[in-house]
């Protein structure tokens, strides 16, 4: 008999998500459990994923034999290791390398199981399922706490020599006195252009100016709170999402000279504020980009459901 | 019959070479044709280039049927058209695209023709017969007039959604303030590390000090010149080349975050200046990159003879 449906499990620092998927991207059946209360026993938190991923093949009606593998995306995941390595946010995988497909197939009688990390399985969503379905070459950019990226060339995720490659949250958007990144590096996109960036900015411009701005009186700025200011016209806010979309429009013209894609495509949190940073996204785009690309290159906002995206996309890595 | 030779044609602005090359790489004939003596006239070129073609085949003791096909590397050839458009320094096809491929293979009795541009054709060659033979993942940098790439991931050349992907001398190496490049785009490493660069940033540097070097004495400064005065321990222009050697370094720290490849490759005339080269940019590249591929990546310089080189890059395309 076929084996038509996948499972999707998206593991983040906080839950993981587990889905059931046809071959049209519905979600049969769905859960959630916690990923943060293993401490750093990984079999611990292995062995409640696998009865998970069962409850919910039963809560589809389905068996194992109806399953063909599953697609787990996951921070720091690798594609030819199958390991989940050093990863800051999963406490069981902070400090060592956790033989995730290995130890999940087991415990899942030996279904097949595959690894990758967020951002690649963001881009198989996208492509399978989402707003780059028909794409053969586009860069999926992640913005949610940070910045990630999936980078898709004649129609396959590209993993690199070693399974790590589309870090393009960690190349350079300011070279001069660049802000310090988590990653070590200086004046990163991702210490601009996530969620912390954002909210790193509009911290930084407050305490540089006087301006007045509705962020004034916040104890701790988000990129939620700075994106509710700018709905209300406040011209700070609206200028930090003008400064933010600009750097990430400048990096896409690079990008662009790499692989020469179709298409930019944007996913994760702060792209729900779409109304404030694409224009000058694709105007610095537009504006940096070599001249063969200039209007070319599409910038395109997923269109899948963002809670439904993660499991899709990890589901999308097993077919 | 097995067809176990191809032809490899390596079109530049003053000369085009041709030679005939058997599996191992081995050159059997070659011969060269002016480029420059056409002025507009596409046909005239191509009717030029057919002949010599088939002249160097009947001079390497063969026939049309002992060739697999013909690989063309062109300034601005596309892949997937076949065309070489808008080349500055190939009159004959400055202004337009010229269907290069369907009237070379026409005039060649129809044997197939494939057509890249000149750096996919540099790593095409290092790929099948040199430095980066049994590598599926490097990027080849070309440090000559100018600075081209050749990105091969997973063992293929990566075109990119137009043909056009790979212009990595036309991504930013300085942000602020940064050289106006031929392209139009302002800081790009080709206007820093070419040839071209090079001998611009030592002219830069003169007018800017006082500082002594031998190439005071120099009408019009080259990047031989520099090359020259370093060898004879010039102060300055070894620091010419460490500031060069750092600005590719830190370049490539960024092409890495995107394909992660095992190796980058370097060839072309300023290649040469391995010595001067290779531990300013090595430190840079180790400095800047994540931290992940830190002391990971290998930069190599090719292995094949650069006379050679350009035809054997070629030629490997026709395979």
Same mark, same amino acid.
């Given at each position: 008999?076929?084996?038509?449906?996948?499972?999707?499990?998206?593991?983040?620092?906080?839950?993981?998500?587990?889905?059931?998927?046809?071959?049209?991207?519905?979600?049969?059946?769905?859960?959630?459990?916690?990923?943060?209360?293993?401490?750093?026993?990984?079999?611990?938190?292995?062995?409640?994923?696998?009865?998970?991923?069962?409850?919910?093949?039963?809560?589809?009606?389905?068996?194992?034999?109806?399953?063909?593998?599953?697609?787990?995306?996951?921070?720091?995941?690798?594609?030819?290791?199958?390991?989940?390595? !050093?990863?800051?946010?999963?406490?069981?995988?902070?400090?060592?390398?956790?033989?995730?497909?290995?130890?999940?197939?087991?415990?899942?009688?030996?279904?097949?199981?595959?690894?990758?990390?967020?951002?690649?399985?963001?881009?198989?969503?996208?492509?399978?399922?989402?707003?780059?379905?028909?794409?053969?070459? !586009?860069?999926?950019?992640?913005?949610?706490?940070?910045?990630?990226?999936?980078?898709?060339?004649?129609?396959?995720?590209?993993?690199?020599?070693?399974?790590?490659?589309?870090?393009?949250?960690?190349?350079?958007? $300011?070279?001069?006195?660049?802000?310090?990144?988590?990653?070590?590096?200086?004046?990163?996109?991702?210490?601009?252009?996530?969620?912390?960036?954002?909210?790193?900015?509009?911290?930084?411009?407050?305490?540089?100016?006087?301006?007045?701005?509705?962020?004034?009186?916040?104890?701790?700025?988000?990129?939620?709170?700075?994106?509710?200011?700018?709905?209300?016209?406040?011209?700070?806010?609206?200028? $930090? !999402?003008?400064?933010?979309?600009?750097?990430?429009?400048?990096?896409?013209?690079?990008?662009?000279?790499?692989?020469?894609?179709?298409?930019?495509?944007?996913?994760?949190?702060?792209?729900?504020?779409?109304?404030?940073?694409?224009?000058?996204?694709?105007?610095?785009?537009?504006?940096?980009?070599?001249?063969?690309?200039?209007?070319?290159?599409?910038?395109?906002?997923?269109?899948?459901?963002?809670?439904?995206?993660?499991?899709?996309?990890?589901?999308?890595?097993?077919?």
């Amino acid at each position: 008999m076929a084996k038509e449906f996948v499972v999707g499990v998206d593991i983040g620092g906080q839950t993981s998500k587990i889905g059931v998927v046809d071959v049209h991207g519905e979600i049969l059946a769905q859960s959630v459990i916690r990923s943060d209360i293993y401490g750093s026993d990984a079999s611990a938190y292995i062995e409640a994923l696998a009865k998970a991923v069962e409850e919910c093949i039963a809560a589809a009606g389905k068996t194992n034999d109806d399953i063909r593998g599953v697609g787990v995306g996951a921070p720091n995941g690798n594609y030819y290791t199958g390991d989940v390595a !050093f990863a800051p946010n999963l406490a069981w995988a902070a400090d060592s390398a956790v033989h995730l497909k290995a130890e999940l197939s087991r415990a899942l009688g030996g279904l097949p199981v595959t690894v990758t990390n967020d951002a690649n399985a963001a881009a198989l969503g996208e492509m399978t399922y989402g707003a780059a379905k028909g794409m053969k070459d !586009f860069i999926m950019i992640t913005l949610g706490t940070g910045v990630g990226s999936g980078i898709v060339i004649d129609g396959k995720v590209v993993y690199g020599h070693d399974g790590f490659a589309g870090e393009l949250g960690h190349t350079t958007a $300011v070279r001069n006195n660049g802000r310090m990144c988590g990653c070590g590096r200086a004046g990163c996109l991702e210490a601009y252009c996530s969620a912390m960036g954002i909210a790193r900015t509009a911290r930084e411009w407050l305490a540089a100016t006087d301006e007045p701005s509705l962020l004034r009186d916040l104890e701790n700025i988000t990129s939620k709170d700075i994106y509710d200011a700018a709905k209300k016209g406040d011209a700070f806010s609206l200028r $930090v !999402f003008e400064y933010t979309g600009t750097l990430l429009g400048r990096s896409f013209a690079e990008f662009i000279a790499f692989s020469a894609p179709e298409a930019i495509v944007l996913f994760g949190g702060l792209a729900r504020a779409k109304e404030f940073l694409f224009e000058p996204m694709q105007k610095a785009m537009n504006d940096n980009v070599l001249r063969i690309w200039k209007g070319k290159v599409k910038i395109i906002f997923s269109s899948l459901k963002e809670n439904d995206a993660a499991i899709l996309g990890a589901s999308a890595l097993a077919w």
